[in-house]
């Protein structure tokens, strides 16, 4: 049977002496596994369908449940990635949340296209890396079940003025006099960055690693998940930090 689908390469890891398995996120089936045959060799047609963050239109042929790559139609190679630390570490932040969180068959268009919205943006605008990344986990966490809730203090609604406090435990935010034990207390400008990036404004970048911290906090604590490339880029964005400083 063949079947084609639009995807993006998510993993890539070689196999046996000249081939590769590709775990490719699609819009249509979640992220599915795939043998590309050959593209270790040189000069081989599909190369470019192996590489992380190709998008393209996958033709797949299937037996027995197997995937091979038959062929595949690029749409974005979103090249620019490659040329800055930042936008390259943020964008494997896209994958592995990808690899991560969607498992095949689950299917879920909203993560592909936040995917696709957020790699658009990392390669094709300036600056602005930390806040693109938020953007993209608020939506992705929210379809993934694990949502912040930003609209005004989780207990009793009032807009959270002065100081503001995070429970991930129920991914609320609350007001002083609102927050239970166990409840942290956050920088407001934090709390206000990332109510500003999920209502598609903006923020700087200072507070746009906070919330992406925040961020961190939430995943390991409420969904168990270690994210080692957000770890990581949470460090190549703080060390560009200090270094502007
Ligand atoms: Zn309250």
């Known amino acids: ?42 000069g081989a047609k599909l190369k470019f369908a ?9 033709l797949f042929s299937v037996r027995q449940n197997r995937r091979v790559v038959t062929g595949a139609s690029l749409i974005d190679s979103f090249y620019p990635l490659r040329e800055s630390v ?12 990808a690899k991560r969180f969607e498992r095949e068959n689950i299917v879920s268009p909203g993560l592909f296209l936040d995917a696709v919205d957020c790699l658009k943006n990392l390669a094709y605008k300036t600056g602005g890396e930390a806040a693109y990344l938020v953007r993209f986990y608020l ?72 919330a992406l911290k925040l961020i961190r906090y939430f995943i390991e604590n409420r969904a168990d998940e270690n994210l080692s490339a957000l770890n990581q880029t949470i460090t190549v964005f703080s060390r560009g930090s200090t270094l502007k400083a």
Do not use: H, W
């Not at 890891?13 to 060799?41: Q, R």
């Not at 936008?87 to 994958?95: N, Q, R, T």
């Not at 129920?170 to 927050?179: R, V």
């Open 139 to 210: 939506s992705a966490l929210k379809k993934a079940g694990f949502g912040l809730e930003l609209n005004g203090c989780f207990k009793c609604g009032e807009q959270i003025t002065g100081r503001a406090f995070f429970d991930y435990r129920t991914g609320g935010f609350y007001s002083e006099g609102c927050a239970e034990s166990g409840a942290r207390e956050i920088k407001f400008s934090t709390y206000d960055a990332l109510k500003n990036i999920a209502s598609g404004g903006v923020s700087d970048d200072k507070s746009a690693e906070d």
């Open 50 to 58: 192996s590489e992380p963050f190709c998008f393209a239109e996958f």
């Open 86 to 97: 930042n936008k390259l570490y943020a964008a494997s932040c896209v994958l592995e949340f």
């Open 1 to 42: 049977m063949e079947e084609k689908l639009s995807g993006i390469v998510v993993s890539s890891v070689s196999y046996g002496e000249s081939d590769k398995i590709l775990g490719v996120l699609t819009l249509e089936k979640g992220v599915v596994s795939a043998i590309c045959k050959g593209v270790k060799k040189a």
